[in-house]
Nanobody, 122 residues
């Protein structure tokens, strides 16, 4: 069983930055690919970025490319999402997920965190 706990969300003005964290139980990164997704009210869960188990492959959604960066601290079992140049349309609940594939859709992921709210004001 994998447990994921997100933190770091909050309220920020447009153009600002936030760093989200996802603390994972055990040696999750050795076994699972990781992803970040987000869900705005009334919308479906949306892919943000995924990283392969090896860390050698990273895929970003076009909407965040060049602004968001995913990285891992294996020693701390923590996944991060650095978000810069935030826009009001980035407002959503952000979730981290673990699965066997670094997929761009939610279904292949087996484990999910509880989510952390990010609100970007204009």
């Amino acid at each position: 069983q994998v447990q994921l706990v997100e933190s770091g969300g909050g309220l920020v003005q447009a153009g600002g930055s936030l760093r989200l964290s996802c603390a994972a139980s055990g040696r999750t990164f050795n076994v699972y690919a990781m992803g970040w997704f987000r869900q705005a009210p009334g919308k479906e869960r949306e892919f943000v970025v995924a990283v392969s188990r090896s860390g050698g492959s990273i895929v970003y959604a076009e909407s965040v490319k060049g602004r968001f960066t995913i990285y891992r601290d294996i020693g701390k079992n923590t996944l991060y999402l650095q978000m810069n140049s935030l826009k009001p349309e980035d407002t959503a609940v952000y979730y981290c997920a673990a699965g066997l594939l670094a997929a761009t859709t939610p279904n292949p992921y087996d484990y999910w965190g509880q989510g952390t709210q990010v609100t970007v004001s204009s």
